[in-house]
């Protein structure tokens, strides 16, 4: 690793001062992808800002029709967390295909989110539960959040707080393990909101998280669910794009059948 | 910074940049805790931090500051742990390079699951590489732990 400055802060207020000393400097929360990509010397922050203990960014709670989970909360609380199994069964579900038992033990739901891996899971479950992600600055909606690979409309500096999870009828997620890394092949997140609507986000298997909204059309119609165009997959040595889109339908057909119908 | 390892309160200097690993093996001559790959995929480094296991190779010393970890030298206080023996007993190992990574997630793994089944063992320990044994022992050491532990 490059050297840099480590601080940290005891609170929001102090994190986004702390933010402003340098260009380069970065937050850092479980560190589970940072870490790794400073070891190979292809990121050089300035500064480290550690917010991954800051009790105000690790809410899990219930607000009218949102569930609402703080950016810091780690995919092992989401995972075990009786209040997210209870109102979104399918982010726990998620949650616990994440990684591995070390990794869900410090990797974040706003570190995930803010450096949308085109097959990382959480963007997924964001986009297909019209989250709001609320920032030190504003509420961004799912649907602006992810702009492609590795890419999302965050300012620099600009700190994720908590996500707005819009609770459904009901929920699953369904993935496709690349055997090695644990990472999705394939990954399928289903919300229905009303008796013929149902959301649709696919992971992992394209340049980012999309809504597949031929396979929601279909649901609404009760028609057959529509083979997924492979022309503009994700080709590389793990799977063809004709491969990831035969396994997307197959998915989200497993994911149905885990719904109650 | 100040850190608690296996029970002692330890007070010292690292850099910026020190991974938690690298100051229980350089500085504090832990060298149970193995370092395999560095790049977070082996497990060969896990320890405990706060009740949870973590890969110390991934994390900076900095972060840990104030925390309690339990090195694989802090399961064995008196006599070995039940895992170690049953890793032992049922031959869990053949080089041993992953073994403590191994016994430190199936310490985590019988606290979550005391009775667990093959699947839910292949879950806990999927954060651990082995190269040698293929991993029949390894689950054959996890469930005689399991047994060792409830008393049977």
Known sequence: MYPFHYLRPTSILEAKQQILLDSEAKFIAGGMTLLPAMKHRLANPSHLIDIGHLPELGCVEKREAYLVIGAGTKHMTVARDTLVKSSIAGLAELAILIGDPQVRARGTLGGSLANNDPSADYPAAVLALNANIVTDQRTIAAKDFFQGLYTTCLNDGELIQEVQFKIPLQSTYVKLKQAASGYALAGVFVAQYGPNEFNVAVTGVGNGVFRWTDAENALSKNKAIPVLNHDQLMEDIHASGKYRAHMTKVLLEKALTQLTR | ?152
Do not use: W
């Open chain 2, 1 to 152: 910074m100040k850190i608690t390892i296996n029970g002692t309160v330890q007070d010292i200097a690292v850099n910026d940049n020190t991974l938690l690993v690298d100051v229980l093996r350089d500085q504090l001559h832990l060298t149970g805790t193995h370092v395999g790959c560095d790049t977070s995929q082996c497990g060969c480094c896990t320890v405990q931090m706060n009740g949870s296991t973590i890969k110390s190779c991934t994390i900076l010393a900095l972060q840990a500051q104030d925390a309690q970890i339990t090195t694989i030298e802090g399961l064995a206080n008196q006599g070995l742990h039940p895992v170690q023996e049953a890793f032992s007993q049922e031959h869990g190992l053949q080089c041993g390079f992953c073994t403590p990574g191994m016994i430190m997630s199936t310490v985590q793994l019988l606290k979550d699951f005391p009775n667990p089944t093959d699947d839910q063992i292949m879950a806990g320990l999927a954060g651990n590489l082995c190269r040698c044994t293929g991993y029949v022992n390894i689950i054959a050491a996890v469930k005689s732990a399991a047994k060792k532990m409830q008393g049977q």
